[in-house]
């Protein structure tokens, strides 16, 4: 089992930015399909972002995408997930994992095991 640490979190403004990191300690990030995962208040788990081990493509829900990026620096061990432009629709706590079948499929086959994630809040 993997265990992922997001940090990053925290109340932020509409129309403001935020990034988001995750990391891990006993494993390269750099091997694995790395996603960001959310969840709101009274709704399931949904994927955000995901970025592929083998050629670094980026994935993103249509909710998201022009506004979110994915990226990753092998060298820190860390993917990072840049959030701009963000709105009420986007408070949730967010999570980071490997989805089980890539980032093809991260939107719909996901991690049956979530970390304790990172609060992001927007409001005024």
């Known amino acids: 089992q993997f265990n992922f640490v997001e940090s990053g979190g925290g109340l932020v403004q509409p129309g403001g930015s935020l990034r988001l990191s995750c990391t891990a300690s006993?494993?390269?990030?750099?091997?694995?399909?790395i996603g960001w995962f959310r969840q709101a208040p009274g709704k399931e788990h949904e994927g955000v972002a995901c970025?592929?081990?083998?050629?670094?493509?980026?994935y993103y829900t249509d909710s998201v995408r022009g506004r979110f990026t994915i990226s990753r620096d092998n060298s820190k061990n860390t993917v990072y997930l840049q959030m701009d432009t963000v709105t009420a629709e986007d408070t949730a706590v967010y999570y980071c994992?490997?989805?089980?079948?890539?980032?093809?499929?991260?939107?719909?086959?996901?991690?049956?095991?979530w970390g304790q994630g990172t609060q992001v809040t927007v409001s005024t």
């Open positions: 994992a490997a989805p089980p079948f890539g980032c093809s499929s991260f939107a719909t086959d996901m991690s049956d095991s």
């Open positions: 970025i592929a081990s083998s050629d670094g493509k980026t």
């Open positions: 006993e494993f390269s990030l750099g091997d694995w399909p």
